[in-house]
T-cell receptor
Framework: EPEVTQTPSHQVTQMGQEVILRCVPISNHLYFYWYRQILGQKVEFLVSFYNNEISEKSEIFDDQFSVERPDGSNFTLKIRSTKLEDSAMYFC?????????FGDGTRLSIL | RKEVEQDPGPFNVPEGATVAFNCTYSNSASQSFFWYRQDCRKEPKLLMSVYSSGNEDGRFTAQLNRASQYISLLIRDSKLSDSATYLCVVIYYNQGGKLIFGQGTELSVKP
């Protein structure tokens, strides 16, 4: 069964540094998403992306965040200057307009 | 009022028991509904979509009541492997397809 893959599985970064989280969505999907889950809390929507542009973003997705689809397969989330409160699991998801399928996440730890 | 509200549990049940989870949502414009399951520190995995007519998948039955803005999941003959957190999820297609997650209901099935 096709799946969404994410790398790295765990990223440890100093506060203030830039991080890039990578995702390879399911190949025939056209809609892409990023979510995050702070430990012990619910999954929160960050951003949706379709046709090479952001279609919706949440309040969390401020100017420090950006997304990009640099080629035909990758979908990245960049955090420009990380803060302690950015520590969370970050999940990428993709869909063909129906249910969304999630990658197994990147655990981001900010020191 | 939270957009999607669930009883956090935990629900501790013996193997073979029938267990029901409830979920309410606040936005009557909510368009489609899903149940996901999430194992500890793993990604959400789609369990089933929820249709107004009700739908069944093996031991799992989902119901939707749009008038009451209420969704349910029934698990019959529960197995040890059903132990997980069950997430009630609403999708807004007119907001970039973002998913709004409930806090999740924790289920623990004991031998």
């Amino acid at each position: 069964e096709p799946e969404v893959t994410q790398t790295p599985s765990h990223q440890v970064t100093q506060m203030g540094q830039e991080v890039i989280l990578r995702c390879v969505p399911i190949s025939n999907h056209l809609y892409f998403y990023w979510y995050r889950q702070i430990l012990g809390q619910k999954v929160e929507f960050l951003v949706s992306f379709y046709n090479n542009e952001i279609s919706e973003k949440s309040e969390i997705f401020d100017d420090q965040f950006s997304v990009e689809r640099p080629d035909g397969s990758n979908f990245t989330l960049k955090i420009r200057s990380t803060k302690l409160e950015d520590s969370a699991m970050y999940f990428c998801a993709s869909s063909d307009r129906g249910a969304q399928h999630f990658g197994d996440g990147t655990r981001l730890s900010i020191l | 009022r939270k957009e999607v509200e669930q009883d956090p549990g935990p629900f501790n049940v013996p193997e073979g028991a029938t267990v029901a989870f409830n979920c309410t949502y606040s936005n009557s414009a909510s368009q489609s509904f899903f149940w996901y399951r999430q194992d500890c520190r793993k990604e959400p995995k789609l369990l089933m979509s929820v249709y107004s007519s009700g739908n069944e998948d093996g031991r799992f039955t989902a119901q939707l009541n749009r008038a009451s803005q209420y969704i349910s999941l029934l698990i019959r003959d529960s197995k040890l492997s059903d132990s997980a957190t069950y997430l009630c999820v609403v999708i807004y297609y007119n907001q970039g397809g973002k998913l709004i997650f409930g806090q999740g209901t924790e289920l623990s099935v004991k031998p």
